[in-house]
């Protein structure tokens, strides 16, 4: 449906293509986990109660998202914008306590893979702890971006959405949580696909990159798509750090011009209540856990892994289209390419990054108006 309300303004009712791919790989998965007949046995086994609990609950919460949250209502629907927070909120806190009760219920701190393997698509893997705590960092900025988001667009107090040093004091918390990163696990993408040969004894400094020979020779027929796939994530994951984070977080919090005045006369619809973000937010809330809970149905022989392969492609095309999808217009893509530039001269110095381009983008605006 595209239509307009009684004033006039325009809504985003047009349908978003990646929310079908979305609905294909919850109903393949739906099917799989009832033709199994191990659904109580996932959920309700009494080893690892709390966590089986909690992944169930957060399972049910996204499917109550993409029924009940999903189409935006009028601007002045107030009780719908609080819902949707409320939702967001929900479903950040769900996602880290189903992957922390994950880590804590389950013995794979003692797990460890040879070099090369992750167990969120090897055969031969499982799913590490590290692995799992360094998911939970991650849901965490999801969460904190989803509060900040609603906080700058409508939900928080009009002096902080319109004051120049209040964005910047939003933008300063919402990057503060890079500042404990290095306190969690580190898992590196591109270790799954090569890594650096050890120099032998009476042998040169200079190393050499090899590549990783994984499982039995038929499991190997199955390698160049696992790296493919793992090479895929690692440029997903810099899109999401550099566009979804850094970059639109700057860019809604310190709008181009036009977009700002749009906003302030009610015509543009705030960045979180938008269909098309809903539906990323959700293909990128589903990605984080199944991930790993699909692993475990591989494990659990619910799923073969040919299967699970596929399921993942579908989710992470869905969850690539809805990024794009849910950004375009948006974030300021100047913003974001300095912040990839700047990644790379100075690593792991978010914060600073984040704030020295944000002031300037600040500086940039103020002779713009």
Known sequence: M??????????????????YGLQIFSCLLIFALFLSRKVFDLFFNARGRSHRICGATHLCW??????????????????WKTKCLLYDIVLGILGMVTTVTAARDFPHRHVSNRVGESGTLSTAAIVTQSEMIEHSFYQGLNLWQAMFLHAVTWAGPENLRHSTMGKLF???????????RKLFPVNSFSA???????????????TKSVQIRV?????????????????IKKWQYVFYKHVI??????SVALPRKEIAASLQNDDETALPLTLKWR????????????EFFMQTLVKRKVLSQHMMMSLQLILMISSSLAAIDAVLGRVRYGVAFISLAMNFHMRNQDIINTMCISVVVALTNRGSY
Not at 193 to 201: G, L, Q, V
Not at 245 to 250: A, D, E
Not at 279 to 290: E, R, T
């Open 192 to 206: 799954n696909w090569k890594t650096r040969a050890r120099k032998k004894p009476n042998e040169q400094d200079a």
């Open 170 to 180: 939003t933008l300063w918390l919402v990057t503060l949580p890079w500042g404990i």
């Open 62 to 79: 996204l499917s109550l998202g993409a029924i009940s949250v999903i189409q935006p209502r009028y601007d002045n629907d107030y009780f």
């Open 2 to 19: 595209n239509g307009d309300d009684n004033n006039g303004k325009l809504h985003l009712y047009e349908p978003v293509y990646s929310m």
């Open 245 to 250: 984070l850094h970059g639109l977080n700057i």
């Open 215 to 231: 499982g039995t020779e038929i499991e190997r027929k199955e390698l160049k798509i696992i790296n493919r796939m793992y090479q």
């Open 279 to 290: 539906v990323f937010w959700l293909c990128l809330n589903a990605s984080y856990v199944m």
